[in-house]
């Protein structure tokens, strides 16, 4: 059990610009919810009260570098939103639990350590939901967990990251490192939206399940989540695995990982031959774009795509079919066919349906789900070393699913040591054979 003990409503150290700014059509496309991971610390003694100071102090001053997440969103026609910059500030939560870091386990993201992160009630209005909330939770056995929400609209992967390091920087007594480069004008066209230069099927409904229950149902099934391990021995396999009989470039660690977590759902989940089934990866277009995207730029600079296959050639033919799949995917995301994926969201009057891929509360359906699947990679981002001043985490990780059949993440270990944890969220009634699967087919 989590007791809370204390909020706090943290602004800008400094005043920073008061304007609304538009956002891209990267930000529009995204859920507005946010985005919850937690970092876990050994004990730090009776330094704990001073933490929640050292913390405060902190992002107060870092908020002056990265104001926007200090604003609110208002709601514009079509599912948009436009970013009001008024320094209405963060909630930082103190909390103490019960519990020990050991009763946690392997720290899966349970409804357990979705308590570490701050509920935020999405009913309320929308111009009234911070963007950033965090909660500070000290343990029985003096460990802490800084546990996150950072809205989806705001920042990507990348660029939350970007601000977790400087606010950890910041609140070592360090200076900024790389200030954020704030101005979205880089993707706004004032022209009238050009139509498309590519079909983008990333943005079509998703395959459903032949002959099976509709997709509400299946939304409904019960999920349970794993945390998955795949040491370096058994990822170097899986790479030599695939590249069987390739002569071209390599496929790397991720497309023989995600090519073999796709075929093992396949097979946990009985596929008939003809399934169609789609995975959907995200991929950062910073250095896609041409030019690239300044230094520090701050906001969502990601796209999805989503290679598809029928179950049938996943299971017949070798992993290196499958890493081919998600290697064609990846690369057709050239500067020109991103500026396509722009238009063809500037041309849609209501976003709101591409929101649905994120978020089961859509109503109408959400991308993820038998037969398909998210696998989201972490390891080119940096998601470890984030040190406020007492050493750096011991472990980080996503804090929900909230239910989402299908999605998962690859994270490179924090050790260091060429082995893979993989957070899956999965229907009960297939995890214990795709566990099974996942290292028997090595």
């Known amino acids: ?36 991971t937690v970092y876990f610390y050994r004990p730090i003694g009776n330094s704990v009260a001073s933490a929640i100071d050292t ?31 008024n320094a209405m500030g963060a909630l930082l939560f103190e909390a103490e639990s019960e519990s020990k870091m050991d009763d946690l386990g392997d720290f899966r993201p349970t409804p357990e350590i979705g308590e570490l992160v701050p509920h935020v009630d999405h009913s309320t209005p929308v111009h ?17 967990c800084i546990g996150m929400g950072i809205s989806y609209i705001i920042a990507d992967g990348q660029s939350a990251l970007h601000f977790v390091g400087e606010w950890a920087r910041i609140a070592r007594g360090e200076k900024l490192d790389t200030a954020p480069f704030l101005d979205r004008e880089v993707f706004l066209d004032q022209n009238p939206p050009a139509a498309p230069s590519f079909d983008h099927e990333e943005y079509s409904t998703p395959p459903s399940l032949i002959g099976g229950t509709d997709e509400k149902e299946q939304r409904e099934m019960e999920t349970t989540v794993a945390m998955l391990k795949l040491s370096k021995d058994q990822v170097e396999k899986l790479k030599k695995k695939a590249n069987e009989g390739h002569n071209g470039r390599p496929y790397s660690r991720y497309e023989a990982v995600a090519g073999h977590i796709w075929r093992c759902a396949c097979k946990a989940r009985r596929h008939e031959s003809d399934q169609m089934t789609k995975i959907r990866v995200t991929v950062d277009c910073r250095n896609r774009l041409q030019p690239p995207l300044p230094k520090g730029y701050f906001g969502n600079a990601s796209l999805p795509t989503t290679p598809t296959s029928r179950a049938g050639e996943l299971l017949s033919k070798p992993l290196g079919y499958a890493s081919s799949r998600i290697r064609e995917a990846v690369e057709k995301m050239t500067d020109e066919y991103i500026r396509s994926a722009i238009d063809f969201l500037r041309c849609h009057p209501d976003l709101s349906k591409f929101k649905t891929f994120h978020s089961l509360r859509c109503p109408q359906g959400a991308f993820f789900g038998n037969p398909n699947l998210d696998i989201t990679s972490w390891m080119g981002l940096p998601i470890y070393g984030a040190d406020f001043g007492w050493g750096k985490e011991f472990h980080m990780g996503p ?39 996942l290292y028997q087919d090595i």
Do not use: W
């Open 1 to 36: 059990m989590v007791i809370l003990k204390g909020c706090y409503t943290v602004k800008p150290a400094e005043p920073t610009p008061n304007n609304r700014l538009p956002l891209s059509e990267f930000d529009q496309a995204k859920p507005f919810i946010l985005s919850p």
């Open 55 to 85: 913390l405060r102090d902190s992002l107060s001053r870092v908020l002056v570098h990265f104001y926007p997440l200090a604003g609110r969103l208002y709601s514009i026609d079509g599912g948009r939103f436009e970013l009001q910059c």
């Open 128 to 144: 009234e939901i911070p963007l950033l909330v965090v909660q500070l939770t000290r343990f029985r056995c003096g460990g802490v």
């Open 399 to 437: 804090a929900k699913f909230l239910g989402v059949d299908g999605k998962s993440f690859i994270l490179q270990s924090p050790h260091a040591d060429g082995s893979f944890i993989v957070p899956l969220c999965l229907q009960v009634d297939f995890m214990e054979a795709f566990n099974e699967l």
